[in-house]
Every structure is written in structure tokens, then in C-alpha cells.
């Protein structure tokens, strides 16, 4: 199983970023995908979730309306649009899937928003 982030880098405040989370050697379409960041200095926290079948999707409030999860089952790949971002969105952003209770995480991408 291998998941590749991609689409990090360094905008300014207010400026946007799509990652990309792109899984294979895996059902992809068996699970649900989540995103999740790591701030400098602080523990992982939850970032969005979408669903394997219908499609809906969950955040916290901290980016909800800034943030849109998505998946291309066809493409096995999930995307992260972040928008209006702010200097406390700087963070490592990874992404996970399940099976069997079993988690799968990327090896994260950097974002850094800074003016």
C-alpha cells in the first residue's frame, strides 16, 4: 500500500493550495480518506473525511467553508482545495485510508503560509 501527497508548498495568507493524495496497491474504493496536518511543535489533528460510497464529506470547524475533500475513485486519488488560508493552516498535511482496522498514511507534504 503506498500513498503519495503531493501539492505542498508556500502561499501567502489568504492565497489557496490543492493537494493531491494519490493510493495504490489498495482497494481504494473500500474506504473512506481523511486528511490530517501536523502543525511545528503540536500533535496531528483531524482535517477532513469523505466517504467511500456517497461522498459526503466532514470537517472540523477550524476549515470548514475554506476546505472541499474530494475523490477520483477512477484515478484513486483524493484532493484537498484549501482556500482562504491562514498562517495557523502551516502544517504537514497527510492523508489515510483504512482496511480492516488497518491505517495507511502518506509520508505528508508541507504547506507553509506565510506573508
Known amino acids: 500500500v503506498q500513498l503519495v501527497e503531493s501539492g505542498g508548498g508556500s502561499v501567502q495568507p489568504g492565497g489557496a493550495l490543492t493537494l493531491s493524495c494519490a493510493v495504490s496497491?489498495?482497494?481504494?474504493?473500500?474506504?473512506?480518506v481523511s486528511w490530517y496536518r501536523q502543525p511545528p511543535g503540536k500533535g496531528r489533528e483531524w482535517v477532513a473525511s469523505?466517504?467511500?460510497?456517497?461522498?459526503?464529506?466532514y470537517y472540523p470547524d477550524s476549515v470548514k467553508g475554506r476546505f472541499t475533500i474530494s475523490r477520483d475513485n477512477a484515478k484513486k486519488t483524493a484532493y484537498l482545495q484549501m482556500n482562504s488560508l491562514k498562517t495557523k493552516d502551516t502544517a504537514v498535511y497527510s492523508c489515510?485510508?483504512?482496511?480492516?482496522?488497518?491505517?495507511?498514511w502518506g509520508q505528508g507534504t508541507q504547506v507553509t503560509v506565510s506573508s
Open positions: 489515510k485510508v483504512q482496511d480492516h482496522g488497518q491505517d495507511y
Open positions: 469523505i466517504t467511500r460510497s456517497n461522498g459526503n464529506t
Open positions: 496497491g489498495f482497494p481504494f474504493t473500500s474506504s473512506a
